[in-house]
């Protein structure tokens, strides 16, 4: 079994930065891919920004030369780094991550999720 386990969600003015942190726990032999996604009121769940075990990312356009990506591997951690940030990132932010476990059986697990809200 795996588990992630979100932080640093929290109340930002605009133009601040705040930084997402998803730790992995459990049986993993590997996290081959790592996600953030955001999800408003009313609607669907959309991606952030993903990085894949070789270090590879996409990003939403909406967050391209603002936000990075980035891994521990040694410490099966994920992070967000959120810069220059709008009242339109405004969302719960979820932490997505697949691999296989020490089984060899494969997941594909969210995590709780955490807030960010930017206001003034």
């Known amino acids: 079994q795996v588990q992630l386990v979100e932080s640093g969600g929290g109340l930002v003015q605009p133009g601040g930065s705040l930084r997402l942190s998803c730790a992995a726990s459990?049986?993993?032999?590997?996290?081959?891919?790592s996600g953030w996604y955001r999800q408003t009121p009313g609607n669907q769940r959309e991606l952030v920004a993903i990085i894949t075990s070789a270090g590879s990312t996409n990003y939403a356009d909406s967050v391209k030369g603002r936000f990075t990506i980035s891994r521990d591997n040694a410490k099966n951690t994920v992070y967000l780094q959120m810069n220059s940030l709008k009242p339109e990132d405004t969302a719960v932010y979820y932490c997505?991550?697949?691999?296989?476990?020490?089984?060899?059986?494969?997941?594909?697990?969210w995590g709780q999720g955490t807030q960010v809200t930017v206001s003034s």
């Open positions: 997505n991550a697949g691999g296989r476990t020490v089984y060899f059986k494969a997941y594909d697990i």
């Open positions: 459990g049986s993993i032999f590997r996290i081959d891919t």
